[in-house]
């Protein structure tokens, strides 16, 4: 069975590079300390723990939300609110990681996190320019590949409006050959 993934029009390709347009979206995220790795597993953790039934639905009880990918995580901005797929986002107050909600949910019809470190935020349409890649990600690479975004979007005249982040497709134990992984930041 497929995992649902946000939805987008791909406005351009170029080799590894992307130009989205990503439709409106609601966002689990909460934000934790510690170095990427360590905020990744922490942030996994709690949201998954929402995803998986510690939550309350509208009409009474919990609820197993369905898993969706990426899982994202990046660095706040101190100016500008991280908004994106499942991911992790870093900022002077440690990391940002999220999930997105599956499509089916709106507002009114997702169940509420019973632990408050979760919050739930709708997130409006969005463009993103995105390098996709391959591999473990730690820290040195994730900033290996924000230059070479940054560099494809200051080639294409674009504005970068936040901070970079990284979108994480697949479950620990894949090959790494296989991982599929994304840093992507929104433009204007």
């Given amino acids: 069975m497929a995992i649902e993934e946000p939805k987008f029009i791909l406005i351009e390709k170029e ?6 347009a990503y439709q409106p979206k609601i966002i689990a995220e909460v934000h934790v300390d510690g170095d990427m790795s360590e905020s990744t597993r922490k942030g996994f953790r709690l949201i998954a723990d929402f995803i998986f039934g510690n939550n309350t639905s509208p009409s ?14 990046g660095e706040e901005s101190k100016k500008i609110s991280m908004t994106a797929p499942v991911g992790i986002q870093k900022d002077i107050k440690g990391w940002k990681v999220y999930f ?11 169940p509420a996190p ?3 470190q979760v919050s739930i935020k709708q997130v409006p349409a969005k463009r993103f320019a995105v390098i996709r890649f391959t591999g473990f990600v730690d820290e040195d690479k994730m900033g290996q590949k924000v230059k070479e ?5 200051v080639k294409k005249n674009l504005k970068p409006l936040n901070s970079p982040e990284l979108a994480r497709y697949n479950p620990p134990w894949t090959l790494p050959f296989l991982r599929r992984n994304e840093i992507m930041v929104e433009v204007d």
């Avoid at 080799?15 to 989205?20: G, I, K, V």
């Avoid at 997105?100 to 997702?110: G, R």
């Fill in 15 to 20: 080799n590894s590079f992307e130009l989205r």
């Fill in 60 to 73: 009474g009880g919990n609820i197993k939300i369905n898993m969706t990918a990426p899982v994202s995580v």
């Fill in 100 to 110: 997105v909600m599956p499509s089916q949910y709106t507002l009114d019809t997702l």
């Fill in 114 to 116: 019973n632990n408050a």
């Fill in 149 to 153: 975004l940054n560099d494809w979007v």
